[in-house]
T-cell receptor, first 113, second 113 residues
Framework: DAGITQSPRHKVTETGTPVTLRCHQT?????MYWYRQDPGHGLRLIHY???????DKGEVSDGYSVSRSKTEDFLLTLESATSSQTSVYFC????????????FGEGSWLTVV | SQKIEQNSEALNIQEGKTATLTCNYT??????LQWYRQDPGRGPVFLLL?????KEKRKERLKVTFDTTLKQSLFHITASQPADSATYLC????????????FGKGTHLIIQP
């Protein structure tokens, strides 16, 4: 398995509270991604990073922010969680861009009540 | 708009037969197409990558074809086994962007003993 650790793996939080999900990699890969997966929508890209302090928005970035202060860590923050952000969140990494294999973490299950 | 379509209905195949899954896309000119396997409660795992100039790729019991004229990829599992039961996702990379892969919603494959 690729060296990707997501934390927490499961979280229940209340509407309006901030939440941070952490992705830690031991592969020293340059690219890191946050996806969410929902029934009927599949995997959708939230944000991605192409280096330390270099991030960009994906398809469904509204309500989310990210930070990458070290190569190995990519944080996803929900500033004020809403019920529509109840989902499974996957972190992924890849060594190079454009067509290379992406390796996924095991997922973080977030429930916003 | 860009679309990736996979059969949303579960595919039931008898053990030992060949399972064939379809991925159709519109308004893309993908440089690469990838197939992933996802088991319940787990992150997707990379299986095969095929480039736009390749017609077919094989790996053990797996075969992928890529027809850029039909805008379609077929994913075959020969001599299927119950352990092959999972959801299979196709994913496209178009251009040289760093924004990861765009995924189809996946097809749930059930191999019946």
């Amino acid at each position: 398995d690729a060296g990707i650790t997501q934390s927490p793996r499961h979280k229940v939080t209340e509407t309006g509270t901030p939440v941070t999900l952490r992705c830690h990699q031991t592969e020293n890969h340059r690219y890191m991604y946050w996806y969410r997966q929902d029934p009927g929508h599949g995997l959708r890209l939230i944000h991605y990073s192409y280096g330390v302090k270099d991030t960009d928005k994906g398809e469904v970035s509204d309500g989310y922010s990210v930070s990458r202060s070290k190569t190995e860590d990519f944080l996803l923050t929900l500033e004020s969680a809403t019920s529509s952000q109840t989902s499974v969140y996957f972190c992924a990494i890849s060594p190079v861009v454009s067509g290379n294999t992406i390796y996924f973490g095991e997922g973080s299950w977030l429930t916003v009540v | 708009s860009q679309k990736i379509e996979q059969n949303s209905e579960a595919l039931n195949i008898q053990e030992g037969k060949t399972a064939t899954l379809t991925c159709n896309y519109t308004n893309y000119s993908p440089a690469y197409l990838q197939w992933y396997r996802q088991d319940p409660g787990r992150g997707p795992v990379f299986l095969l990558l095929i480039r736009e100039n390749e017609k077919e790729k094989r790996k053990e019991r797996l075969k992928v074809t890529f027809d850029t004229t039909l805008k379609q990829s077929l994913f075959h599992i020969t001599a299927s086994q119950p352990a092959d039961s999972a959801t299979y996702l196709c994913a496209l990379v178009s251009g040289g962007g760093a924004d990861g892969l765009t995924f189809g919603k996946g097809t749930h494959l059930i191999i019946q003993p």
